[in-house]
C-alpha cells in the first residue's frame, strides 16, 4: 500500500495550510489514519490520528489549531492546519494501517513526507 501525500509549503506565522494524503494498492480496509511531523534534530512526533469510526487524536500543542479528516471511501486523510506557529516547521508525514486483504494480512504505510515551513 502506497501513501501520497501533498499540500505542504511555506506560510506566514498566523497562517493555515491544508495537508491532504491518499492511501492507493491492495486494500481491503484501513483503520487508523495519522499525521506525524520531525523537526530538524528531533524525533518524529504524533500530530493527530483518526479511527476509521472518526475518533480522533490530537498532540497537545497542535489542539484547537489543526483539524484532522479523512473519506473512507476514497482512503484519504487530510490535515487542515490553522493559526500556524514557527514551531510547526517540521516535515509532515502520513500514517496508515489496515488489512490488505480479508483473511488478515496487515499494513502500516507511510507517505513521502511534506515540508511544512513557518515564516516571516
Known amino acids: 500500500v502506497q501513501l501520497q501525500a501533498s499540500g505542504g509549503g511555506l506560510v506566514q506565522p498566523g497562517g493555515s495550510l491544508r495537508l491532504s494524503c491518499k492511501a492507493s494498492?491492495?486494500?481491503?480496509?484501513?483503520?487508523?489514519m495519522g499525521w506525524y511531523r520531525q523537526a530538524p534534530g528531533k524525533q518524529r512526533e504524533l500530530v493527530a490520528s483518526?479511527?476509521?469510526?472518526?475518533?480522533?487524536h490530537y498532540a497537545e500543542s497542535v489542539k484547537d489549531r489543526f483539524t484532522i479528516s479523512r473519506d473512507n471511501a476514497k482512503n484519504t486523510v487530510s490535515l487542515q492546519m490553522y493559526s500556524l506557529k514557527p514551531e510547526d516547521t517540521a516535515v509532515y508525514y502520513c500514517?496508515?494501517?489496515?488489512?490488505?486483504?480479508?483473511?488478515?494480512?496487515?499494513?502500516?504505510?507511510w507517505g513521502q513526507g511534506t515540508q511544512v515551513t513557518v515564516s516571516s
Open positions: 500514517n496508515a494501517e489496515g488489512l490488505s486483504t480479508p483473511w488478515g494480512t496487515v499494513f502500516n504505510s
Open positions: 483518526i479511527a476509521r469510526g472518526g475518533s480522533t
Open positions: 494498492g491492495t486494500i481491503f480496509s484501513v483503520n487508523d
